[in-house]
């Protein structure tokens, strides 16, 4: 028998699910007007045009449920496997081989190395495999006015987009993409677009859909403006970490605080080979992998990956990606 009190409780409990549920989902800041005179005010986007597009998004509920539990957030043992395996490595490698030439020439201006920029491309959209289908337009358009928590940002994507869509001469409406709004071979989301996307083969577009060059010229020109080097290694798995207050507090601080290596050199942290210098900026992060919790050693590279996607389980499975691809400065130990 349940307990009178037990099932009062979840009553109680549910009602008051119930009662916030709609709340999250369906509290809109801006209507569609607001949001057409935001455009009109930020904008120089003709009010047809704002009309008709704003006007026809559609609201779509479930894209909120799905934004609150992104795949990002599993543990990296979880999240692994799904980027860094046999199958991708073919792939990846193909991709490497046809566009060979392209790679060399982006390396060349960007200098970003050919594996990580396939790695990205793999994991995004599995070289355009699989870029999401779900209208960008109505992506954004729910997240800006039912997304309480970011729709500040969203409200931004959605103009950025509608302002791309001109440029480009794209239909808004006819544009695919992930849930959250992003887009193209590359999932760049509308705002990086207009500030990184390049038009690598020089027809006038910026085309991150079909046109390999236009697509990894982006990817390379996005990593340089965040400082990648080819130089550099990014991260390394860290066995017997020396106990002191400076790596508690650096464990504790995660990326929010660069030290110099040398700093944890002082204190008793082998650095993990000559490949990492003792002047360059690192920070400690911890990881749920197959053996555990771990510690990784990363740096200014690391944080160049984050700027494409927040997540450290993507920068992660990006970097062993590209090492499985042969890439040497890649290599993140055992
Ligand atoms: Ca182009």
Not at 134 to 161: C, I, P, Q
Not at 162 to 181: F, K, M, T, V
Request: proline fraction near 3%; charged fraction near 30%.
């Amino acid at each position: 028998m349940i307990p009178l009190t037990f099932s009062f409780k979840r009553i109680i409990f549910s009602l008051l699910l119930l009662a916030l549920l709609p709340w999250q989902l369906w509290a809109a800041q801006y209507t569609r007007d607001d949001l057409i005179d935001y455009m009109l005010k930020e904008t120089k986007l003709d009010e047809g045009y704002l009309r008709k597009n704003i006007g026809e998004a559609k609201f779509e509920a479930d894209l909120i449920r799905k934004m609150n539990t992104p795949y990002e957030a599993r543990p990296y043992a979880e999240y692994r496997p799904l980027f860094v395996n046999q199958r991708m490595k073919k792939k990846s490698e193909a991709f490497l081989k046809k566009h060979h030439a392209i790679f060399v020439e982006a390396q060349a201006k960007y200098g970003v190395a050919p594996e990580m920029i396939t790695a990205i491309l793999g994991i995004e959209t599995r070289f355009g495999e699989n870029w999401g289908r779900d209208r960008v337009l109505d992506a954004l358009f729910t997240l800006a006015t039912g997304y309480e928590r970011r729709a500040d940002f969203f409200r931004k994507e959605l103009k950025a987009f509608l302002i791309l869509c001109q440029e480009e001469g794209l239909n808004p409406q006819d544009i695919e993409g992930s849930y959250a709004g992003a887009f193209g071979v590359t999932q760049l989301m509308p705002t990086s677009f207009l500030e990184y996307a390049v038009d690598g083969d020089g027809d006038g577009k910026r085309d991150v859909w079909g046109t390999p060059k236009d697509i990894i010229f982006s990817v390379a020109y996005y990593f340089s403006r965040y400082h990648w080097s080819d130089d550099k290694m990014v991260a390394h798995w860290m066995s017997d970490l020396p106990q002191n207050e400076l790596i508690t507090k650096a464990l504790k601080d995660e990326t929010r605080t660069w030290r110099k290596l040398s700093e944890f050199e002082k204190v008793g942290l082998k650095k993990p080979n000559d490949k990492w210098s003792s002047d360059e900026e690192v920070a400690l992060i911890t990881r749920q992998t197959a053996q555990g919790e771990r510690t990784l050693l990363v740096n200014r590279n690391f944080y160049a990956i984050t700027r494409w996607n927040r997540s450290w389980n993507y920068a992660l499975a990006a970097t062993e990606l590209a090492n499985m691809l042969g890439n040497q400065q890649c290599e993140i130990g055992l």
